[in-house]
């Protein structure tokens, strides 16, 4: 059974940062491309950065130069590194899972992050 938990968000002040997980469990990970979205509300949900499953990136061009994905592929988990965090981050984070060779997706429930002073 897939299972996918976010967990790092909370509370930062601007210019601050924080490090966000996906873990996922009951799968073979070097089989999933995982995504970090953002959802705010009246918003549309937003992809702000991708990793592969050879460990090639892209980003949002609102958080480039800011945020980093690296995976932890012994681990079963993604990282995203939130530098120089501003109030328009703030969001509900959400991980999804791609299994590239059944293409099915699979969604964490969210972590949300708050900027704010």
């Known amino acids: 059974q897939v299972r996918i938990v976010e967990s790092g968000g909370g509370l930062a002040q601007p210019g601050g940062s924080l490090r966000l997980a996906c873990r996922v469990t009951?799968?073979?990970?070097?089989?999933?491309?995982i995504d970090w979205y953002r959802q705010t509300p009246g918003k549309a949900r937003e992809r702000v950065a991708i990793i592969n499953v050879y460990s090639a990136t892209n980003y949002a061009d609102s958080v480039k130069g800011r945020f980093t994905i690296s995976r932890d592929n012994p681990e079963n988990t993604v990282y995203l590194q939130m530098n120089n965090l501003q109030p328009e981050d703030t969001a509900v984070y959400l991980c999804r899972g791609e299994n590239v060779v059944i293409k099915r997706n699979y969604w964490g429930q969210g972590t949300q992050v708050t900027v704010s002073s």
């Open positions: 009951g799968v073979d990970f070097s089989h999933y491309n």
